[in-house]
């Protein structure tokens, strides 16, 4: 039988810290504990229409506001939000919804 491609099979295997690990478990709890890793390539569904509707605005408050796991501190990522609002502005001036 051959073995099902996923994209980074042992990947829970392959965190080093205890903390890492259990931030890990938290997150995929949310997702009834599948690990996203682990599913077969050919199971992941490969359109756009069926994403979860993301606006640019929630990623940028994402990369300003969320804290980070090692200094609990607020991430205020300006290079990355500088990227993506370059990025929106460039996308619709070329009238696409392609970023990058």
Known sequence: MASKRVFLKGYFASLKQNDAKERYL???KEINGQDPYEIPKCEWEDDVESW???SYIHVGM????SSSPYTK???M????TCMLVTNVVKAIKMGTRKLW
Request: hydrophobic letters at 35%.
């Open 77 to 80: 990522n300006y290079d990355s």
């Open 26 to 28: 938290n997150k995929i």
């Open 73 to 75: 501190e607020q991430l």
């Open 62 to 65: 994402y990369l300003l506001f």
């Open 52 to 54: 979860p509707d993301v």
